[in-house]
């Protein structure tokens, strides 16, 4: 998490000090957009790491571990991948949520899955992507993209394990 953090901030700084040298209050701008964006957000980030730590006491270890472990095999892969696509929000929601089922005793497979499924099929973007694109090309999307999650847990399962 400290790498992450560091790579953070070096990008942070670096693109305010890039609107900072445009002289047209770009930095100003920046900061109020970021404001705005935390003020619309914190909600959001809050339910995600209560629901985490949550998740890690309410349920228990054996459980997840039998579910969801390494030795779920294709089952802990299957619910990963339902459970990727139903996770709405942005990894801020998503990463916490999949960190603590980690933490918890989910195998690595299941993880991926996950993680590949809320990408790639979440839910939430459906009415989005109806709305804009039409139902044809969001079911061919979803038609081609359904089992990459699956495939992508076995994967990591087969090769990783």
């Given at each position: 998490?400290?790498?992450?953090?560091?790579i953070l901030i070096v990008?942070?700084?670096?693109?305010?000090?890039?609107?900072?040298?445009?002289?047209?209050?770009?930095?100003?701008?920046?900061?109020?957009?970021?404001?705005?964006?935390?003020?619309?957000?914190?909600?959001?980030?809050?339910?995600?790491?209560?629901?985490a730590g949550f998740i890690?006491?309410?349920?228990?270890?054996?459980?997840?571990?039998?579910?969801?472990?390494?030795?779920?095999?294709?089952?802990?892969?299957?619910?990963?991948?339902?459970?990727?696509?139903?996770?709405?929000?942005?990894?801020?929601?998503?990463?916490?949520?999949?960190?603590?089922?980690?933490?918890?005793?989910?195998?690595?497979?299941?993880?991926?899955?996950?993680?590949?499924?809320?990408?790639?099929?979440?839910?939430?973007?459906?009415?989005?992507?109806?709305?804009?694109?039409?139902?044809?090309?969001?079911?061919?999307?979803?038609?081609?993209?359904?089992?990459?999650?699956?495939?992508?847990?076995?994967?990591?399962?087969?090769?990783?394990?």
């Amino acid at each position: 998490m400290i790498t992450a953090l560091i790579i953070l901030i070096v990008l942070a700084t670096m693109t305010s000090v890039v609107a900072y040298r445009k002289g047209d209050g770009s930095h100003v701008k920046g900061f109020k957009i970021a404001q705005k964006t935390l003020i619309n957000m914190w909600p959001l980030l809050i339910i995600a790491f209560v629901m985490a730590g949550f998740i890690q006491v309410a349920i228990p270890p054996e459980l997840i571990k039998s579910w969801l472990g390494e030795q779920a095999g294709l089952r802990g892969v299957l619910i990963g991948s339902i459970a990727g696509a139903l996770i709405p929000g942005g990894p801020y929601v998503a990463f916490p949520i999949i960190a603590s089922v980690v933490n918890a005793g989910a195998g690595l497979g299941t993880a991926v899955a996950f993680i590949t499924s809320w990408a790639m099929l979440g839910i939430g973007a459906i009415p989005f992507e109806l709305a804009i694109v039409g139902s044809k090309f969001m079911f061919l999307r979803l038609a081609l993209v359904l089992v990459i999650p699956i495939l992508s847990g076995i994967l990591a399962n087969v090769f990783f394990v």
